[in-house]
């Protein structure tokens, strides 16, 4: 189960070391934002120890890698993706053919590691323009794509538009990037909200990221992450009113009857969809707690 995906920079060894005792579903060690070109080597090898050392058996791993039109993407790739961490996520990706060139890059090291080819998903940061017109390309590029990720900061800037808390000016962005990933049947996450001492903003923005399809929320603080996980987990309200659905559907079929109805409501398929996909999550997430 992954609502919360909370970013640590890569130099920051005191920080890491404690990233899968933070309360996020998955971290994103960051190689590239996070760090300047001067340390982007040493960082590199911070992470990489970081893997071996920690193993963050406790949480999901993703790190990101610097983009492709940069000459670290690379390197990143050799050092991090014979660790196998759950995810790579890659910047700034444009097109499908972006994600072919990762999805090759990363086999031939996944077989040179003896891992076996696909061991490694990918979840493309798409923050362009041409990203975000890309998006349906990008979810659907290959079986390695997991999820897409919306950037806001990167885009809004590629768009010549101000960046605001209400993010009226992301609408289109968020409901184009689940669209797009529902279509390819993969995950969708929603941009960070970035005002780190703002807590009723990050319960808003979470909420309506929630509402509008998203499957989960990155972080740029630990201090989001308990907000993120709340809006994206099931209320016990949700969960008694799916297994209503479904006791509903076994009495009705019991009794042979083709119509059903539940508090005056008819419960057709899609009720039935959700409350399946209710179910499902607060499973997903009670066995995560169990870890």
């Given at each position: 189960m992954r609502r919360s995906m909370l970013f640590l920079p890569?130099?920051?060894?005191?920080?890491?070391?404690?990233?899968?005792?933070?309360?996020?579903?998955n971290v994103i060690l960051d190689l590239e934002d996070a760090v300047s070109p001067d340390q982007k080597d040493a960082a590199r090898i911070l992470v990489r120890n970081a893997i071996k050392a920690i193993g963050f058996d406790n949480v999901e791993l993703t790190v990101r890698i610097n983009s492709l039109?940069?000459?670290?993407?690379?390197?990143?790739?050799?050092?991090?993706?014979?660790?196998a961490p759950d995810l790579i996520m890659p910047t700034k990706v444009n097109s499908a053919a972006d994600v072919l060139t990762l999805d090759a890059a990363i086999a031939g090291i996944?077989?040179?590691?003896?891992?076996?080819v696909g061991t490694v998903k990918l979840i493309p940061l798409i923050e362009t323009a041409q990203g975000l017109e890309n998006a349906a390309a990008i979810a659907a590029a290959c079986p390695r794509v997991a999820a897409i990720f919306l950037?806001?900061?990167?885009?809004?800037?590629?768009?010549?538009?101000p960046r605001t808390k209400e993010g009226t000016e992301i609408f289109y962005a968020r409901s184009r990037m689940v669209s797009a990933a529902r279509a390819a049947g993969v995950d969708v996450y929603d941009t960070p909200f970035t005002d780190v001492n703002d807590d009723e903003g990050i319960v808003r923005d979470a909420q309506f990221a929630r509402s509008m399809g998203f499957t989960g929320k990155a972080c740029i603080s630990p201090r989001h992450v308990r907000a993120v996980n709340e809006a994206?987990?099931?209320?016990?309200?949700?969960?008694?009113?799916?297994?209503?659905?479904?006791?509903?559907?076994?009495?009705?079929?019991?009794?042979?009857?083709?119509?059903?109805?539940?508090?005056?409501?008819?419960?057709?398929?899609?009720?039935?969809?959700?409350?399946?996909?209710?179910?499902?999550?607060?499973?997903a997430i009670k066995g995560g707690e169990r870890k």
């Open positions: 890569g130099n920051t060894p005191n920080i890491i070391v404690n990233g899968d005792a933070l309360g996020a579903d039109d940069t000459p670290y993407w690379k390197d990143d790739l050799e050092e991090i993706v014979p660790l996944e077989k040179r590691s003896g891992l076996d950037g806001a900061e990167d885009l809004t800037a590629d768009l010549r538009c994206f987990s099931p209320t016990q309200k949700e969960i008694d009113y799916a297994y209503e659905v479904l006791e509903a559907i076994r009495q009705a079929k019991e009794q042979g009857r083709g119509a059903i109805s539940l508090h005056g409501k008819m419960i057709d398929k899609p009720i039935v969809l959700r409350a399946e996909q209710t179910i499902a999550m607060a499973e």
